[in-house]
């Protein structure tokens, strides 16, 4: 079984940046996609990013691009969550998710395997 545990998470003020980690172990094929979502107070969890491992190509959701990047180390098992210009809506619990239809990683009835989150808040 897949695992993953995301970490990184903390307070941070407006501006500021913060990076996640997502550690992945247990796949059982060489092509996955590692995605992170987020679910902020009283509202429903959506998807920021997400990477595939077999082309390294990555999708970001609208009101992160330019501010959030994602990459992976060479084992391609370390995802981070690079987030910079930080604005108070970005505040929510971060979770990273895989799923093996690496297409689709960007949606969350695509992944298969969650971790636990963490949390981010962002104010001043």
């Known amino acids: 079984d897949v695992q993953l545990q995301a970490s990184g998470g903390g307070l941070v003020q407006p501006g500021g940046s913060l990076t996640l980690s997502c550690q992945a172990s247990?796949?059982?094929?060489?092509?996955?996609?590692i995605g992170w979502f987020r679910q902020a107070p009283g509202k429903e969890r959506e998807g920021v990013s997400c990477?595939?491992?077999?082309?390294?190509?990555?999708y970001y959701g609208d009101s992160v691009k330019g501010r959030f990047t994602i990459s992976s180390d060479s084992s391609k098992t370390t995802v981070y969550l690079q987030m910079s210009n930080l604005k108070p809506e970005d505040t929510g619990v971060y979770y990273c998710?895989?799923?093996?239809?690496?297409?689709?990683?960007?949606?969350?009835?695509?992944?298969?395997?969650w971790g636990k989150g963490t949390l981010v808040t962002v104010s001043s």
């Open positions: 998710a895989s799923t093996y239809g690496s297409r689709w990683c960007h949606l969350e009835a695509a992944m298969t395997s």
């Open positions: 247990g796949f059982s094929y060489d092509e996955y996609g």
């Open positions: 990477i595939r491992s077999e082309d390294g190509s990555t």
